[in-house]
């Protein structure tokens, strides 16, 4: 019976080794079909990092990828995802975030010959009622360095780069609010797409009170890249009217 038993505590033993070792794995392969799942969207990981005494995760280099129909393969590239949870609230399946950071490095909106758009394809950018998911974050930083747009729409394909590089901060996000919709809407408060199918009045359905929280930080990177394009215009020659 002491062999038998000793035999189990090995075995268990060799099985909680395996899991600390490959817990990044375990943890990558995680975000990565959740991220499909949410989304729609394959995602590539660079690596995952979760804190062995700590209750942080911290991933890099993620890419989230386009559907095959498109001929961007790339849609999202993001450098850093890192989230700061509460043990407790992830064993009880309603998962309570102290803090999350979106860090997006480049984000590459594409809209078809066809008229479609990857944006649009996003699952949970059209508005279908509250969430069945059970969540909380305290704290939700979005980073946004560029915004490149390609329209294959017009007789002659056009692409523009923009550097938005802005910051904004949302707190107390809960269930309600689709955090991909929350990004999205981040994202077109700065600039003028294309037609994509989606307006910026049909993203804040359902998003309540938490749109309004970093309105006034917004409004002036508005006002910043706005100017920036006045000063542009002035500077380039005018065509004389005949």
Known sequence: MKKLLWKILAVLAVLLVILFLARNFIARVSVEI???????????????????FSSKVDVRNLKLMNPPEFQEKMFVDMPQLYIDYRLRSMLSG???????????????????????????????VVFSGKSSSKYTVDKLRIHVGTV??????????????????????????????????LVLLTVMSQVKLPD???????????????????????????????????????????????
């Open 148 to 181: 490149t747009v390609k329209d294959y729409s017009r007789p002659k394909p056009t692409e523009r780069n923009i550097s938005l590089n802005i910051d904004a901060t949302y707190s107390n996000i809960t269930d309600s609010t689709d955090i991909t919709r």
């Open 34 to 52: 959740g991220a499909k799942k949410i989304t729609g969207f394959p995602l590539k990981i660079g690596s995952v990092d979760v804190g062995l």
């Open 94 to 124: 309603a998962p309570h975030i102290n803090d999350m950071l979106i860090n997006i490095k480049q984000l590459v909106v594409v809209k078809t010959d066809k008229g479609d758009s990857n944006a649009m394809k996003l699952k949970g």
């Open 196 to 242: 994509i199918g989606i307006k910026p009045d049909d993203l804040k359905k359902g998003l309540g009170d938490v749109t309004n929280q970093a309105g006034q930080a917004l409004k002036g990177a508005t006002d910043a890249v706005g100017g920036l394009f006045d000063n542009l215009k002035k500077s380039l020659p005018q065509q004389d009217k005949k």
